[in-house]
């Protein structure tokens, strides 16, 4: 969480660790996960909220990490509807495309099975978040592992 935050990405800010109880104190975020909000948003809300996930995922990724579990219940949105992203237990330093391809396919499966948004057009438009992030050629490698992954789960899902 302290890298993401070095990585400029909006997360919780750490404010004492406590090694004795195994905890972490946080600054807590006002707003609600995306999850319960990306459906009521008008179409340009949610381009730019979505966008601006792409952009977060990408500044997380050019930085060394993965999340790990990027889903949109990992994901709160401020009251001016500012994504940040919580949740940092399965996250890694990481520049593998297949991380950063895990990253992507998770966060577009939580939008495709518990979202009603337009699926497809909400992938296009976080893909344009995190390629405006970590340029093309890098994001390219990530866009196309992520394919990849979806298409291994799809084969599993058929057998
Ligand atoms: N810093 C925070 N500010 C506000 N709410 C938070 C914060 N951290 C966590 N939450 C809330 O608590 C929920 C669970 O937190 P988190 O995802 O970190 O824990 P978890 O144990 O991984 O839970 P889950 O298994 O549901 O993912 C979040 O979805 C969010 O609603
Ligand atoms: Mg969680």
């Known amino acids: 969480m302290s890298d993401a935050k070095k ?13 004795e109880a195994f ?5 807590y975020v006002e707003g609600d996960v995306a999850r319960i909000r990306l459906d009521s948003m008008s179409d340009n809300e949610s381009r730019e909220t979505l966008t601006e996930i792409g952009r977060q995922i990408g500044a997380l990724h050019e930085f060394g990490l993965v999340h790990g579990d990027m889903t949109t219940s990992n994901i ?6 500012l994504p940040f992203i919580l949740d940092f237990g399965m996250s890694a330093h990481s520049t593998d495309a297949e991380d950063r391809g895990t990253d992507l396919h998770l966060l577009q499966r939580s939008i495709f099975t518990s979202h009603t948004l337009d699926a497809k057009r909400s ?13 093309n050629r890098q994001a390219g490698l990530s866009i196309r592992k992520q394919r990849e992954i979806a298409r291994r789960g799809r084969y599993f899902a058929i057998r």
């Open 76 to 81: 709160i949105l401020s009251k001016d509807t």
């Open 123 to 135: 992938e296009r438009i976080i893909h344009q978040g995190y390629i405006e992030r970590l340029g």
């Open 23 to 27: 905890s972490i104190a946080m600054s």
């Open 7 to 19: 990585a400029g990405v909006r997360a919780p800010s750490i404010l004492e660790v406590d090694l």
